[in-house]
């Protein structure tokens, strides 16, 4: 389901409900939609967690701040008879920036949240260098294991120009495009190893190429991509984005 879309409205809706603020009227109506309205129920208990989570840690730093103030000769029943007049300060400034956090979490497209929580770079090769041929392609794999996307891609450039249909420079061309956020790029590399029935990487090449056009939000591109690869974490997207 798409929970995108929650509200300032809908923030202050559920604090009053969470608190019982509400008018009898509003409470009817709010508990109606809970009990029509799948996605409206999702989104309330979702926020009613988050809410209750904060309150929770905002009483203990409290507890703990108050003990840690009184003198050492106070026993703890006494300590527990103590009132906190300024939590309920604490809680109402914790739950505003609830909010704003909540706010931006959901604004930002499911698209976009998909591709950050599944998109990690494919591990890469081990770098035996087996034959002084290959000395190259590995002497870029140890900088793209590094994390230097750009210095790999520079050096596998040079070696795709004289081998541009090498489904593994290709491949991984494709993918540290990617990490390098240069999706459309990224695509082209990776269309060319999808389109060779014989590569080996040809299936997580779908699911790359699946993630790069996420990012592009080209959604039904991406959705066709996941749905040729086999990769267990393509499978879990698409139904991600079917839902």
């Given at each position: 389901?798409?929970?995108?879309?929650?509200?300032?409205?809908?923030?202050?809706?559920?604090?009053?409900?969470?608190?019982?603020?509400?008018?009898?009227?509003?409470?009817?109506?709010?508990?109606?939609?809970?009990?029509?309205?799948?996605?409206?129920?999702?989104?309330?208990?979702?926020?009613?967690?988050?809410?209750?989570?904060?309150?929770?840690?905002?009483?203990?730093?409290?507890?703990?701040?108050?003990?840690?103030?009184?003198?050492?000769?106070?026993?703890?029943?006494?300590?527990?008879?103590?009132?906190?007049?300024?939590?309920?300060?604490?809680?109402?400034?914790?739950?505003?920036?609830?909010?704003?956090?909540?706010?931006?979490?959901?604004?930002?497209?499911?698209?976009?949240?998909?591709?950050?929580?599944?998109?990690?770079?494919?591990?890469?090769?081990?770098?035996?260098?087996?034959?002084?041929?290959?000395?190259?392609?590995?002497?870029?794999?140890v900088n793209y294991k590094q994390g230097d996307y750009e210095k790999a891609i520079a050096k596998w450039e040079v070696l795709q120009k004289n081998q541009p249909e090498n489904d593994t420079l290709n491949y991984f061309l494709g993918v540290a495009q990617l990490a390098n956020k240069k999706e459309p790029l990224a695509i082209d590399y990776l269309k060319s190893v999808t389109k060779d029935s014989q590569s080996r990487f040809r299936n997580e090449a779908y699911y790359y190429l699946?993630?790069?056009?996420?990012?592009?939000?080209?959604?039904?591109?991406?959705?066709?991509?996941?749905?040729?690869?086999?990769?267990?974490?393509?499978?879990?997207?698409?139904?991600?984005?079917?839902?």
């Amino acid at each position: 389901m798409n929970n995108n879309n929650i509200s300032q409205e809908l923030l202050e809706s559920v604090e009053r409900y969470y608190h019982d603020t509400m008018s009898r009227q509003e409470r009817l109506d709010f508990e109606y939609r809970l009990e029509n309205d799948d996605v409206f129920q999702t989104q309330v208990e979702d926020i009613q967690t988050l809410i209750l989570g904060i309150e929770n840690q905002s009483l203990k730093e409290q507890l703990d701040v108050f003990h840690e103030g009184l003198p050492e000769g106070i026993s703890e029943e006494k300590r527990g008879s103590f009132t906190f007049p300024n939590l309920k300060i604490y809680v109402s400034a914790a739950v505003i920036l609830l909010a704003v956090a909540l706010l931006w979490v959901y604004s930002v497209p499911q698209n976009e949240r998909l591709y950050a929580d599944y998109f990690s770079p494919d591990p890469g090769l081990p770098t035996t260098m087996s034959t002084s041929n290959d000395y190259a392609f590995y002497d870029a794999m140890v900088n793209y294991k590094q994390g230097d996307y750009e210095k790999a891609i520079a050096k596998w450039e040079v070696l795709q120009k004289n081998q541009p249909e090498n489904d593994t420079l290709n491949y991984f061309l494709g993918v540290a495009q990617l990490a390098n956020k240069k999706e459309p790029l990224a695509i082209d590399y990776l269309k060319s190893v999808t389109k060779d029935s014989q590569s080996r990487f040809r299936n997580e090449a779908y699911y790359y190429l699946g993630l790069g056009y996420l990012k592009a939000n080209n959604v039904e591109m991406a959705k066709k991509n996941f749905g040729d690869s086999s990769e267990e974490k393509a499978k879990e997207i698409l139904k991600k984005l079917n839902d």
